[in-house]
């Protein structure tokens, strides 16, 4: 780790001058600081030593390190200067900034609990040469320097996926034809790109395109590689430090070939999301170019960014559940299927598991700080089922994920015995750790075809750290009891890095417990309009009249609901199958395992106002005795959708058939969750949707200030509307 000799020279062509030059470069990268510790520290342990490579200002090391007084944080970068820089600026205790090439084995083996790489592979490959070997290397000695349960984390750019060559419309009468490149016109910036840059599909020649005539007023077509399109979509507004840019070839693996190059080092896949920047999105992608096919059909946005997580296992263990085979299931020994018949003769199905399901959230507080326990990576292999369906947002799982600890118990256990039993078998926790435990709290999971009402308790124990790890289930493992701190968990879920709701859920509902602020949203921003008038507080908005208007039904289903069984096999990093495992679950038959859900919300005099919609469902009235829910709007989504920028236009034509209203915007309300990984493999994409207030006032909709919906969340019992309810009272400042 001393100083560094000839690897050094690799880079010297990035480097920007003096420290006031420094300190203005490294400005415009913290700008996205706030996304970049969301993402991370959700996956990162909270004690041991971790590494930032390419720590550059070292403004993001520094916040992970006052984030997290028990880990130890590294920052290492290849530059003198930026090194002396951080080490100047930013001092703690556990801080520290090295000189080294993070391509080069830095570190010791088995010495790291985590490393991250934001924003810096790239310059690995581009300043070697474009050299692919280089950045295997990279891997290879970072892996190598984790423990077995240390996480290695990649925030960078993507080759994206979709055809080889695509029109690209630019404006010409933006700027300039001629002259240095901050007057340029895009159309002219692209062309002196095509002719500057180089990379490793085009190291020595220029960029192919052709230009033809343009359908769009104002502006230049051309065709050319999709690649290299998105090689001058992401870097078009970054003209200041224009030919240090060129240099960079932003994108060097696609999705596959990272969880390929993950998988064959033993990893296991936590998350691996492409990352639409709905800032980026909206001030340099929306209105500033045209993306379309050769047939002139227009492509979604490629990706701003990149993630993925990859945890270290033991050799031999599994890095991958995949569903192997998926059947119809003739007999059912888990799941079973029910129909319901409506006084109107509409035929509802319901399916079910034996027993009640119970969620525990333990929780302590430490040195100011609020941290839960909870289950990580845990097999839910269906979250991987019915690969044929449309991804929408183009994330993958492993099939372990980070949930409560949650089981199935039965009528006969008491609640406060069935928790003790759950905490011991599942936590390794005795029962003289538990300090308190709380009122439960009751949702149901996903109301329209899943007949499950979890009961939720909180449950408050002595610290706890390095607890064992049961082994339980098919599987070659059964995840770790890890800590994790409450509020780096919500902020994870705000921008996709974590899916399950429950353990969402329950995080919310411990931290209002404690009287404990959130932190910062810090998903897409929401601008609503304040309107005059606009839609009254109805009384019974969150109360719905009585009604019991299902019996069972004995002449079949209604054939909407499939339930399948999937055989899913567990693999290790040499592609070895481990286990085969079958299980049950529920799809629709038609429809996509996508689900929308969006909340009305509307802007007045007085402060927002939500809709809600009163709808009767048979597993309501199955647990409660009466069927009305107050819900928020909600739909399976059909196949023919591909890409989640279709989705906010269905929702809207649904919105307007269904209640007579007119969306004025609709915004992603954080990333998708599943509700119920253990039945179905339903993802579902919460939004947030503002309507026109006149419209509103005539809907069918029931509408309830949202300070009033949040003081009395407790008494909901439609899990997405918990879930929306919070994101969106935390995105518009309520919650405090």
């Not at 200002?57 to 006052?66: C, E, K, M, N, P």
């Not at 340099?284 to 379309?292: D, I």
Request: net charge negative.
């Amino acid at each position: 780790m001393g100083k560094p000799t000839s690897t050094a020279d690799s880079y010297a062509a990035q480097h920007r001058g003096d420290a006031d030059h420094y300190a203005t470069y490294f400005a415009g990268m913290d700008a996205s600081m706030q996304q970049k510790v969301a993402l991370t520290t959700a996956h990162f342990p909270t004690r041991g030593r971790l590494a930032d490579m390419g720590s550059g200002s070292g403004r993001g090391t520094h916040d992970l390190a006052q984030l997290y007084s028990g880990l130890e944080l590294v920052g290492v970068d290849i530059n003198p200067v930026s090194v002396d820089m951080a080490s100047a600026t930013w001092q703690r205790p556990n801080l520290r900034f090295v000189v080294g090439d993070i391509a080069d084995p830095v570190f010791p083996p088995g010495s790291l609990d985590g490393v991250l790489d934001s924003s810096v592979l790239h310059h690995v490959t581009s300043f070697n040469d474009f050299s692919l070997a280089r950045l295997e290397t990279c891997l290879d000695n970072q892996v190598r320097a984790l423990r077995t349960g240390g996480v290695i984390i990649i925030r960078d750019f993507l080759v994206p996926e979709g055809p080889a060559e695509v029109f690209l419309d630019l404006p010409w009468t933006d700027g300039l034809s001629d002259g240095p490149v901050p007057g340029l016109s895009t159309a002219a910036l692209f062309e002196r790109f095509a002719r500057d840059f180089r990379c490793s599909v085009n190291r020595d020649g220029p960029v192919p395109y052709a230009r033809l005539d343009s359908p769009h007023a104002g502006h230049a077509r051309y065709r050319l590689a999709l690649r290299a399109a998105n090689e001058f979509i992401l870097r078009k507004d970054y003209r200041t430090d224009w030919d240090v840019e060129l240099l960079e070839e932003y994108s060097y693996f696609s999705q596959a070939q990272f969880e390929s190059a993950f998988r064959r080092r033993g990893l296991r896949i936590l998350s691996s999301m492409p990352i639409r920047n709905p800032w980026i999105i909206a001030n340099r992608y929306e209105g500033r170019f045209h993306l379309g096919d050769t047939e002139g059909r227009p492509l979604p946005f490629p990706p701003t960014n990149y993630l993925i997580v990859g945890e270290k296992v033991p050799p031999g263990a599994g890095v991958e559940l995949r569903e192997e085979q998926r059947e119809p299931l003739a007999t059912p020994r888990f799941l079973s299927l029910s129909a319901w018949r409506h006084e109107d003769g509409r035929v509802w199905e319901l399916v079910e598991r034996p027993g009640r399901t119970l969620d525990v959230l333990p929780w302590f507080r430490q040195d100011g700080q609020v941290f839960v326990l909870a289950k990580k990576g845990f097999p839910r292999p269906i979250v991987n089922a019915c690969a044929d369906h449309p991804n929408l947002g183009g994330a993958a799982l492993s099939g372990y994920i980070t949930e409560p600890l949650a089981a199935i118990t039965h009528a006969g256990e008491a609640p406060d015995k069935a928790i003790a039993r759950i905490l011991r078998e599942r936590a390794g926790l005795p029962a003289d750790s538990i300090r308190a435990l709380g009122e439960p709290a009751r949702y149901f999971t996903s109301p329209g075809g899943v007949s499950e009402r979890v009961s939720a308790y909180l449950v408050e124990v002595a610290p706890s750290s390095g607890l064992p790890t049961p082994d339980y289930g098919p599987f070659t493992g059964a995840g770790s009891v890890r800590e994790l701190d409450a509020r780096q968990v919500l902020r994870a879920c705000h921008v996709g890095g974590m899916v399950d709701a429950r353990l969402e859920l329950n995080i919310h509902r411990l931290l209002r417990h404690l009287g404990t602020s959130p932190g910062p949203w810090i998903g897409a921003p929401l601008q609503l309009t304040e309107q005059s008038g606009g839609p009254k507080w109805a009384p019974d908005a969150l109360t719905p009249e009585r009604r019991a208007p299902f019996s069972l039904h004995e002449d079949g289903t209604s054939g909407y609901l499939d339930l399948c069984t999937g055989t899913f096999s567990e693999r290790d990093a040499e592609g070895r199958v481990l286990a085969s495992v079958p299980r049950e679950y529920l799809v629709p038959r038609e429809a996509s395992r996508n689900t929308a859900v969006a909340l009305p919300v509307v802007r007045v005099r007085e402060g927002y106002r939500v809709g809600l919609e009163h709808r009767e469902l048979p597993v309501v009235q199955h647990f409660t005795g009466s069927a009305r829910l107050a819900v928020t709007p909600a739909w399976r989504l059909p196949r023919t959708l591909t890409h989640l920028g279709q989705v906010p236009a269905f929702i809207s034509e649904r919105l307007r058939e269904e209640f007579s209203v007119t969306v004025r915007q609709a915004w992603e309300l954080g990333g998708s969750y599943h509700a119920t990984p253990g039945v179905t493999p339903e993802l579902v994409w919460p939004f947030a949707v503002e309507l026109e207030a006149d419209a509103a006032c005539d809907s069918r909709l029931h509408w309830v200030p949202l300070e009033v919906l949040i003081a009395e969340l407790d008494s909901v019992q439609d899990a997405h509307l918990r879930v929306v309810a919070w994101r969106l009272a935390h995105a518009l400042g309520v919650l405090g």
